[in-house]
């Protein structure tokens, strides 16, 4: 319909803010406003035209589609439209806009036309992105943009998988929307007829944007315009708007048509010996294929390719002539494999083959030596060149041209070629011709055709050369006609001609300039090339009058498109979108390089239709599904792919999102801290999470009403030193609530300076009773001694106030106990307080009034000694505190030396009085004796063992000084070195007994949850909330390791049996999402666990308790501001910012600290109480792992599907290999099959595989854990990491033979296997390392496999297994060859050498290259690996870095090596450090190995013979659920041929004999549908380049109103052999030839020669 035939009226309810006022009358591109200039709010509408004005109006009232052609304007009024309905989507509403664009490059061009002309934000999207992967990704997405653009694959996945609701696109715009196709299945029409299925309520406005509404061959003729025109209507739900030619006239110019005739071409004498030349080169080529390649398939594929090669050169040849050709083919020559397939725009690929390598030289030769003079190749732009067979009539005709416009300003020129490899030849031809040197030539193909030289930004990059002018002519395939933001032209030459009307229109439309010319090259000698250029011209004005006239309301017929939605979640998917939903699925099960998961699709011919059979890869749970029947091949497929994915969905493997489960989800492990040290602060800050330590409640009780006597338990602290040089004055400890039963005895010793220790014990002393006087003496004493130890600064002064704040302190004091020196009543235990010392204390001068303290200023009597505050008492002075000011320190004073005084000897030789002289201290009563005294120590954190310097011996004698009186003050009458002693092991005392009492109250909480709880102990508890951190002789680690262990054993049995449907790539996904460190610490924080944790090394100095509370009160308001405020300020100390104490106990916790806690408990659990007490917890936590069993005779039962391999697998003598006799043989068959073998129909050993490497794990590191106790959790890790490194088991299973009764169909893995075997048996040189091939991952998989089927096949009794381990594994637990992964190993050396490794990665398709990079001091190397597997790929590459460096050191000379060793002890680098495991093994003392915590039954299993036998799923695609015509008897096939092998005769007279069960016209109707035999077999010879079938009739029988016929066909397969297939007799001669070509066809499927699947 036609603007200018409506009147348009204004918006009814829709705010439009288009007006009719601004019209531009100058010729701008689509990005018209791009170039206009910026204002503070953009407008589209000042530098709209008219036109664009009246239709937007149209498209905000309705759906449209606009139809302009190229430079119109179109995208202007999508803008417009975008304008006009802004208020649907500016923000804050969450409604959007999404703008369609076919490819990438167009997507970055009308985002940019967007951005410039409109004030909205836009998104940008093309191709796949890894950071868009779910429905949080896109919900950032809309959240922050208004309009996204994307290509329309994009689009289609969101909406199917419900990451963007359909509900929230107010507007859809979609750009050459002529791809809507209702026959097409492209991505337009699927999202439409989605839409138009599902009925969405507030559906989208729809504006679609087209120069041409008809594509394809044959849409333009006369029947087909309006049915095209009226289809895409329906498809977009729009009606189709144009503009008459009178109004775009003074916008867009119109090029001139004009037509160059180049020829006649015709053969001539040397054209024909060129030809016959090249052809009998193709010929000797495949006469050696014949020869050299035995198999069919491979040869058929290597011949197509042949094939496809020789046609491109003729092609090239005839249409650019001998040059043309000769770049062709060294084109084709200097390209991989892959980029050969894109050039050959083949549908498939074709792998390379050195017999095509060896064509394309010898034609390259061929055509090289042609162009030669003299022996040397002539100059292309030499005149002699300018003529045929050099250069065809054509390409003459276009340098023609070019010539002529050459020398006009400011040309710009596009050619359009129909072929990839046209372009580069005719591109590289006119670059290298001087005389065109004013053209500067560059081509343009597509992205997509696997040229490495034209990337997106090469593409990018050409485009923007044209447009500044560094190059003006492009030689472009059909690229160039949409989609490009191309620069307009004044000279567009077809050198091939379009192939559809919307080509000619649209390349056309690149000639935008005043005074253009489109111009074509025709053969003079060609009439049809003439009548298709005017049959262009007619088909647009007929569609054009389509447009405004309709001739019909006529469309295509259209099948319902089918869809299947899942109500929970709104995901959807059509048919056509669940054929590539399906390849996903296949391609993310688990594969390798020996095999690629791809469902095969077979196809039956029906009474009702065409009916479509999927067979799945083995490893899928789905094993095959059947269409129902359908008019069409593609319809049926995408039934079948429809209704399986509906299947699949229903059995889990596609979630409710409708995606493969391996899609899901982020690796949440990268962003939990991967370690809990040696990291800054800052990124402690950052990392960490703050959380609140629990206080013991034991320790929490205060005692109130002091009116009336208080009681509390006594517990005696009994130290017994060693060695026992030390006097430790007798202390206890005293608390409100008695302790728990663990922790009143408890037990530790207690390391301190110069290799001693102090033994210490907890004796419950009954108890004690108190009285309010005593309370408060008691509480002033520990605040006494506390501020002594803790802060002694305090005591300088002359007087310390004690007990004024005992109610404050108490208010704000965590806990509640007293520590107070005591007498011990030996006879029962039993303490009392010892208040003659605490008076003592309390009695001393300082903590009295100053009036109430004796005057320093007379003179001592006898006994007595003058000090710096006073005379005092000898007896008050010894066992006392006294501070010295001239050295600033406190000393416990342990007697008085009568016999030396200050005129005797000191320490450094001079008399103490002319010591002090030096120290300006002048000594006024040196006849005084001195003071033998002891420093006040330093408290320090006795519960970690310290480091035994060297220097550091032990001491049998404490340290004193001697000091003289006067120059100390007292301080603490009756404060002895003794009490110093014991008070100085009290803080790290109650530190561990507090975290005790933590540990128990856990137990409690546990044990009154599960009875099993009760059955492990504190201590162990306690290990297993303890971190490296804390600094302890103990540390969660062991347990950890050995709790991770269980934890995937449990998990992945629990999995295994309730998800029999589930992969092995699934299952382990699952897993990982049930143990990984993320799900763990949600688990711990919601069950508290985190307050348990202890993460912290001691300090002393922020030791708090009654009497000296925590000075930093904490809040809920003020936690964070505390502690990022301290953190930033000690930071600056270099304190850490996570050891600050405040009231509330906060600390810094990282979430992997957490889960390591989850993991060590269950390792306690494990070692105190076993296997149930362990799933009780896990239970308790979150984490079910029960079953029962009936799910293990599930899997019973299922494994019996597998018998039907027992003729296979030789059963016994495999049993013998593994030591065991299976009840289950279908377990054993099935742990042995490969997912490349597919005959059995379905099923692998990978999920066996699965449950087999998780037992495998728990059981090594149990015998690890056991047996090497004194391995620290690191080598611990390193011993199992070599044990279960599948190149290990690998061994393994070539020691037993494992690999002789594998079932598999790939003949690369069994040669890698058998080149790996021969290697393992033949002893290894001395570089084997860099010789030794590649272990296949499959061996060690066998073992894997075979032990999860014998743990199923004994119901889960670890002990039997166990028993087998040792058997299997004895070689690998040796540890004679330790080994460190080769990525750790090259980490390390790298480090201790201080070297820069890098590994950089990258992707081609499905393979991976990471290349390794070391850079430093005197070494600079780079190793690279390929691998399908990434993990795979960096450790080759890895491991070919060490061994470049070994051999490097190798070579190095002496003093070099004694450097490299050198620096290596210097750093403890890679060589010392691969050694440690190895040397603590040696040296340690080996345990007796135990099973740890199994204390399961195990599970009763079904006998055998209770299992019903079920029929084997068929092994070819079944054909039992439909009709098929079969014939009553098969054909009679012979091969004649001299030198016939006798096995392919036999092969054949067996074929014969067994001719009357096979359904030949099943099998080969089915694979083609509703094609003729003869039709087929026809193709089959074209494809294969052999010549056409010859029938003849034999015989003819029968009267003549009953005649029977009798036909065969002769085809020549081979130089050297014929086929010959008779039919059965006929009533027509038709049918007979017809029934010989189908017994032709089934032989050339059974012989291989043809394929049985699509």
Known sequence: MAVTELEVESSQGVDCPITEAHSVLSIVDEGQSSSSAQSTEKDPRKNARQYQLDLCKIAVEENIIVYLGTGCGKTHIAVLLIYALGHLIRKPQKNICVFLAPTVALVQQQAKVIKESIDFKVGTYGGRSKRLKGHLDWEKEIEQYEILVMIPEILLRNLSHCFIRRELISLLIFDECHHAQARSNHPYT?????????????????????????????????????????????????????????????????????????????????????????????????????????????????????????????????????????????????????????????????????LCDNYLAKAASFFSSHCMRDGVEMDISSVDVLKEPFFSKKLLCLIRILSNFRLQPNMKCIVFVNRIVVAQSLSYILQNLKFLASWKCGFLVGVHSGMKSM??????????????????????????????????????????????????????????????????????????????????????????????????????????????????????????????????????????????????????????????????????????????????????????????CEQLHKIGALNDYLLPCQDIGIDEESMLSTSDSGVCEGSILLRGELHEMLIPAALRQPWTNLENSVYLNSYFIRTIPCPEDRVYKKFGFLVKAPLPKEAERMKLDLQLAHQRSVSIELIPSGLVEFNKNEILQAQNFQEM????????????????????????????????????????????????????????????????????????????????????????????????????????????????????????????????????????????????????????????????????????????????????????????????????????LLPSIMHRLENLLVAIELKHALSTSFPEGAEVTADRVLEALTTAKCMERFSLERLEVLGDAFLKYVVGRHLFLFHDALDEGELTRRRSNIVNNSNLFKMATRNNLQVYIRDQSFDPSQFYALGHPCPVICSKGTENYIHSQVGSSEKANGAKANDVRCSKCHHWLHRKTISDVVEALVGAFLVDSGFKAAISFLRWIGITVDFDSSHVNNIYVKSSEYLSLVADVDIPSLEKLIGYLFQHKGLLLQAFVHPSYNKHGGGCYQRLEYLGDAVLDYLITSYLYSTYPKLKPGQLTDLRSVCVDNKSFANVAVQRSFHKFLLCDSSNLLEAIDKYVGFIETPSSEDHMIKEPKCPKVLGDLVESSVGAVLLDNGFNLERVWEILFSFLDPVMIFSSFQLHPVRELQELCQSKNWQVVFRRSQDGSTFSVEAKVDGEGIKLSTCATNISRKEAKKVAAQQAIAELKVSFDRASSSDKSWLLAESEKHRGYMHKSKTVEE???????????????????????????????????????????????????????????????????????????????????????????????????????????????????????????????????????DSKNLECFGEPRGRKKDAAEHAAEGALWYLQNTGFLPTRE
Not at 800 to 824: E, M, R, W
Not at 879 to 891: D, E, G, Q, R, T
Not at 1580 to 1586: E, F, I, K, L, T
């Open 190 to 354: 699927q999202i439409m007829k989605a839409y138009n299925k599902l009925n969405i309520i507030k559906p989208p406005r729809i504006f679609g944007m087209t120069a041409s509404p008809i594509v394809g061959k044959g849409a333009s003729e006369e029947g087909s315009v309006s049915k095209c025109i009226n289809s895409l209507e329906k498809i977009l739900d729009a009606k189709v708007y144009s503009v008459e030619d009178t109004d775009l006239k003074c916008f867009v110019a119109s090029p001139e048509v004009k037509i160059y005739y180049y020829g006649p071409v015709t053969k001539n004498i040397s054209s024909s010996h060129i030809l016959k030349n090249l052809e009998e080169i193709k010929r000797q080529c495949i006469s050696m294929l014949s020869k050299n390649t035995e198999d069919h398939s491979r040869r058929r594929s290597i011949k197509k390719m042949l094939c496809r090669l020789h046609d491109n050169l003729i092609f090239c040849l005839e249409k650019i002539g001998l040059w043309g050709a000769l770049q062709a083919s060294r084109r084709f020559l200097s390209v991989d494999y892959g980029e050969r397939n894109e050039l050959l725009e083949a549908e498939e690929n074709f792998n390379g083959d050195l």
């Open 785 to 984: 001694f506390l501020k002594i130890i803790l802060h002694r600064s305090e005591f300088v002064s002359e007087r310390v106030q004690l007990g004024d704040s005992n109610d404050s302190y108490k208010a704000c004091s965590s806990t509640f106990y007293l520590l107070l020196p005591v007498i011990l009543n030996d006879d029962n235990n039993k303490i009392t307080v010892d208040w003659k010392s605490i008076k003592r204390c309390l009695s001393s001068p300082i903590f009295r009034n100053p009036a109430e303290n004796a005057g320093s200023g007379y003179s001592p009597l006898i006994g007595e000694l003058q000090l710096a505050n006073g005379s005092r008492n000898e007896d008050e002075v010894v066992n006392s505190l006294v501070y010295a000011p001239y050295k600033n320190a406190f000393f416990f004073v342990a007697d008085i030396i009568a016999e030396k005084n200050g005129y005797s000897t000191s320490t450094s030789g001079a008399s103490h009085v002319d010591h002090f002289k030096t120290l300006r201290i002048q000594l006024s009563r040196p006849e005084q004796p001195l003071l033998k005294a002891k420093q006040l120590f330093s408290l320090r954190n006795l519960l970690h063992d310290r480091k035994k310097e060297h220097s550091e011996t032990r001491e049998s004698e404490e340290h004193f000084f001697e000091v003289p009186p006067e120059l100390c003050e007292l301080k603490i009458i009756g404060f002895s070195k003794d009490f110093g002693s014991t008070i100085s």
């Open 455 to 644: 990337s997106r930004k090469n593409m990018k990059n050409i485009l923007e050369k044209f447009r500044s002018g560094q190059l003006n002519l492009l030689v472009a395939t059909k690229v160039g006609e949409e989609g490009l933001d191309i620069q307009t032209c004044c000279l567009v030459i077809r050198f091939d001609l379009p192939e559809t009307v919307a080509s000619f229109i649209q390349s056309r439309g690149r000639a935008r300039m005043p005074q253009s010319e489109y111009a074509f090259l025709v053969n003079s000698g060609n009439n049809k090339e003439l009548a298709l250029i005017e049959n262009f011209k007619t088909d647009e004005d007929r569609m054009n009058k389509e447009i405004f006239v309709r001739t019909s309301s006529e469309t295509f017929a259209d099948t319902e498109e089918k869809l299947y939605k899942v109500d929970s979640s709104g995901a959807s998917i059509t048919a056509g979108y669940s054929v590539s939903l399906i390849h996903h699925y296949c391609a993310m099960l688990p594969h390798d390089e020996y095999f690629d998961p791809k469902p095969e699709f077979y196809f039956f011919d029906d009474e009702d239709g065409t009916v479509c059979h999927i067979i799945f890869p083995s490893n899928s749970p789905l094993p095959q599904v059947i269409s129902t029947p359908e008019p069409s091949i593609e319809e049926a497929k995408r039934i079948a792919c429809l209704k399986a």
């Open 1480 to 1614: 603590v093994i040696k040296s340690s003392c080996k345990m007796e190995a135990k099973l740890i915590g199994y204390n399961e039954a195990p599970i009763n299993s079904i006998p055998p013979d209770a299992i019903e036998s079920e029929p084997s799923k068929v092994l070819e695609p079944s054909r039992s659920n439909f009709k098929l015509k079969k014939h009553k008897e098969a054909p009679l096939i012979k091969l004649l041929s001299k030198g016939l092998h006798s096995s392919v005769a036999a092969a054949i007279e067996q074929d014969n004999e067994n001719a009357e069960d096979m359904s030949s016209d099943s099998q080969i109707a089915g694979q083609w549908c509703k094609k003729t035999a003869k039709s087929v077999l026809h193709e089959v010879c074209a494809d294969n380049s052999w010549k056409a079938p010859i029938y003849e009739c034999v015989k003819e029988e029968g009267p003549s109103h009953q005649k029977l016929f009798t036909f065969k066909v002769v085809l020549e397969i081979e």
